[in-house]
């Protein structure tokens, strides 16, 4: 029995710090963000400059700045978990899906510049945390986003201290702002050791971009190379090894990406609640008819199970653990569960939920490319039979 009561409890809870760190964040989105967003049209993705300004500041001094970039350059230096609590909470608002609390807490470079020497780290990352603006990833391309070890078919060809690149990259987010990118291309064979990784100034004689319309009023781009010299001191880790690169941000990436549609889901899922409480039909409120519960039931236990897949994917990947085949479940887990989620919350405001006076038809779109991107469901799907039945 003394055993038994000694054993430690608790393992689940988040520690106090992290406690405080969402409930923090949350209350700043609920009595700064949300009412500034609240005069927005209805499908922006940007604040007014004087608006986003005043914001950004204020996060800077409660210390919500980049929450994912190291401290020692100017962002929280947050761990994995602590990037999922922020990036849920961040997402509770009308551009949540795609520009997190609006973007008052500036925007993380990728992870990826952390790993160039002191030069780049100091030209192209303490600088972009400086700025708050975001910086594009290129590595999806017509032939293939989901498999670039094989897809990749822009090139990279070395002449004396420059590489010039040629080709195209597909669904590009934040080309047209960006003042540079990190580019995955190919300098030898096929597969994925013969791929580099390259840092590119977005105004390089050359490169030019053009909108994709999609089903979000926040488009991607496609972006084109016509002999773009890039300086061999740009390329990010030796040549050959952007493959690596490649995956390790992209596993990680995946699993605050997790997070964010599970605050989305979560909001919609109280707001629902609290119309379900007030909207009477026929004599009773929506709240006391059995097929509204059960959304409402259901959509809370998926939720809750997709939380605790997330959680546990940033738990693992904290201790340090390869997190692929977690960071995959997530991924599938959360996006369809919101998709889900937000579906049922629709339904249960009836005409009003498909009306642009709430977010809901607005994160009924955006969730839906949530599927697709950061992997499709059917190759994370793959991923994962392959780990427990085995490669044929």
Same mark, same amino acid.
């Given at each position: ?90 997402? @509770? ?102 791929? *580099? ?6 105004? *390089? ?8 319309p999609v089903i979000r009023s926040y488009a991607p781009y496609e972006v ?8 061999? *001191? ?96 997530? @991924? ?61």
């Amino acid at each position: 029995m003394e055993d038994q009561l000694a054993f430690p409890t608790g393992a689940w809870e988040l520690p106090e710090e992290l406690q405080m760190l969402r409930e923090t964040v949350s209350r700043f989105m609920r009595e700064q963000v949300r009412p500034v967003e609240d005069k927005q049209p209805h499908d922006c993705y940007e604040l007014p400059k004087e608006e986003l300004a005043r914001l950004q500041s204020s996060a800077r001094q409660l210390g919500l700045w980049c929450p994912a970039s190291p401290s020692e350059y100017g962002g929280i230096g947050l761990s994995l978990l602590g990037q999922v609590l922020v990036a849920e909470e961040a997402a @509770k608002c009308k551009m949540g899906a795609y520009v997190p609390a609006c973007g008052a807490f500036g925007i993380d470079p990728p992870s990826v510049i952390w790993l160039g020497n002191q030069e780049q780290i100091q030209t192209y990352g303490i600088a972009a945390i400086e700025s708050g603006k975001k910086n594009f990833v290129a590595i999806s391309e017509a032939s293939g986003g989901a498999d670039p070890a094989r897809s990749i078919t822009t090139k990279a060809t070395r002449r004396g201290d420059t590489y010039v690149i040629n080709g195209s990259k597909m669904w590009i987010t934040a080309a047209d702002n960006a003042d540079w990118g990190i580019v995955f291309a190919r300098t030898g064979g096929e597969g994925g050791a013969g791929i *580099s990784c390259f840092i590119v100034d977005r105004h *390089s004689p050359g490169l030019t971009v053009k909108p994709i319309p999609v089903i979000r009023s926040y488009a991607p781009y496609e972006v084109h190379f016509d002999n773009v010299e890039v300086p061999a *001191s740009n390329m990010l880790g030796a040549e050959g090894e952007g493959f690596a690169v490649c995956q390790k941000w992209l596993v990680h990436a995946r699993v605050p990406y997790a997070a964010g549609v599970i605050g989305i889901a979560q909001e919609a899922l109280r707001m629902a609640i609290d119309w379900a409480r007030d909207r009477k039909t026929f004599k009773s409120r929506l709240a006391d008819k059995q097929a509204i519960q059960w959304m409402i039931a259901d959509s809370e236990m998926e939720i809750q199970a997709a939380r605790l897949l997330t959680y546990q994917a940033a738990w693992r990947g904290d201790l340090g653990h390869d997190i692929k085949i977690e960071a995959s479940i997530a @991924k599938v887990t959360a996006t369809e569960t919101a998709g889900r989620v937000v579906d049922r919350c629709i339904q249960i405001f009836g005409a009003l939920g498909i009306a642009r006076e709430l977010p809901l038809e607005r994160w009924y779109r955006e969730l839906r490319i949530k599927r697709i991107g950061e992997g499709p469901s059917e190759v994370h799907r793959m991923v994962l039979a392959r780990h427990l039945i085995g490669r044929a």
